[in-house]
T-cell receptor, first 111, second 113 residues
Framework: TQLLEQSPQFLSIQEGENLTVYCNSS?????LQWYRQEPGEGPVLLVT?????EVKKLKRLTFQFGDARKDSSLHITAAQPGDTGLYLC???????????FGAGTRLTVKP | EAQVTQNPRYLITVTGKKLTVTCSQNMNHEYMSWYRQDPGLGLRQIYYSMNVEVTDKGDVPEGYKVSRKEKRNFPLILESPSPNQTSLYFC????????????FGPGTRLLVL
């Protein structure tokens, strides 16, 4: 059982569409991170959220951390083919030094 | 250029033949860790190190060893590899654990026959 559940597992959309992917858990986290991974490469950090209810924007990407710090969402507006990749959420529990990753959402944006 | 390097990038070996995957970072980071990535399971942490001579088990440490004799290097050792260790391995480093940005290496794809 994954500590962090990501949904959907796969998502294929047309260029220009909006989408939201989710990262959920029953545990409370001190911080949560979103990464994007492209084929043949390691994950690259997009954002870190720390405060419950926090919203961060990175161009067309909007990240939200749930009020209870148990879940997060990533919303992409007007998706582009360059957004294609595997989106991973990762979190560290309070008083814990190891980082846990979700299984990821594989996004394909078709031109 | 700030980076995490791993070697080799690809490796095919046979069951029981000891191997080492090297990891090196040039950012003077304290925290380093090893992950394996498998389809449907995401990244699972194998071992991590908070600093030189300090290592701890992650989620899936069985069958692996690590060492941290120097700050920049964090090799992953498979004493007796088995086919269930066939996977994609990533090394990562950051200034500190938790909220800090983790920088990942390019990955090592291992096949154990």
């Amino acid at each position: 059982t994954q500590l962090l559940e990501q949904s959907p597992q796969f998502l294929s959309i047309q260029e220009g569409e909006n989408l939201t992917v989710y990262c959920n858990s029953s545990s409370v986290f001190s911080s949560l991170q979103w990464y994007r991974q492209e084929p043949g490469e390691g994950p690259v950090l997009l954002v870190t959220v720390v405060t419950g209810g926090e919203v961060k924007k990175l161009k067309r990407l909007t990240f939200q951390f749930g009020d209870a710090r148990k879940d997060s969402s990533l919303h992409i507006t007007a998706a582009q083919p360059g957004d294609t990749g595997l989106y991973l959420c990762a979190a560290t529990a309070p008083n814990n030094n190891d980082m846990r990753f979700g299984a990821g959402t594989r996004l394909t944006v078709k031109p | 250029e700030a980076q995490v390097t791993q070697n080799p990038r690809y490796l095919i070996t046979v069951t029981g033949k000891k191997l080492t995957v090297t990891c090196s970072q040039n950012m003077n980071h304290e925290y380093m860790s090893w992950y394996r990535q498998d389809p449907g399971l995401g990244l699972r942490q194998i071992y991590y190190s908070m600093n030189v001579e300090v290592t701890d088990k992650g989620d899936v440490p069985e069958g692996y060893k690590v060492s941290r004799k120097e700050k920049r290097n964090f090799p992953l050792i498979l004493e007796s590899p088995s086919p269930n260790q066939t996977s994609l391995y990533f090394c990562a480093s950051s200034l500190l654990e938790g909220m800090e940005t983790q920088y990942f290496g390019p990955g090592t794809r291992l096949l154990v026959l």
